[in-house]
């Protein structure tokens, strides 16, 4: 069975710092792209940052550029999101998802083409309060 399962959301006050954490199992990990995504209460998904599990590369929206930081334990088949100097507009429930079609999420995340993908979590809130 396919699972992705997040974890690591919470409230945090602005300028705060979480890490979130996306456990992958049922599926071979290294041959997919792992991306995070969010979406804020009447707003469109927003493609956040990804990364390549075979070889590491890593992808950010211009909105979280230098504040969130991508990586994953290929040995734990998770990957993680470390996200620093939160503002409150990054309030939202945060997905992860698996694609092993690596230019689609990177598209969806530099450009913010959305494409459908093969695995999702079920998501974690995070809240960031002024």
């Known amino acids: 069975e396919v699972q992705l399962v997040e974890s690591g959301g919470g409230l945090v006050q602005a300028g705060g710092s979480l890490r979130l954490s996306c456990a992958a199992s049922?599926?071979?990990?290294?041959?997919?792209?792992i991306g995070w995504f969010r979406q804020a209460p009447g707003k469109e998904r927003e493609g956040v940052s990804c990364?390549?599990?075979?070889?590491?590369?890593?992808y950010y929206a211009d909105s979280v550029k230098g504040r969130f930081t991508i990586s994953s334990d290929n040995a734990k088949n998770t990957v993680y999101l470390q996200m620093n100097s939160l503002k409150p507009e990054d309030t939202a429930v945060y997905y992860c998802?698996?694609?092993?079609?690596?230019?689609?999420?990177?598209?969806?995340?530099?450009?913010?083409?959305?494409?459908?993908?093969?695995?999702w979590g079920q998501g974690t809130q995070v809240t960031v309060s002024s």
């Open positions: 990364i390549s599990s075979s070889d590491g590369s890593t």
């Open positions: 998802a698996a694609d092993s079609d690596l230019i689609s999420v990177v598209d969806e995340i530099t450009r913010g083409r959305q494409y459908e993908y093969d695995y």
């Open positions: 049922g599926f071979t990990f290294d041959d997919y792209a």
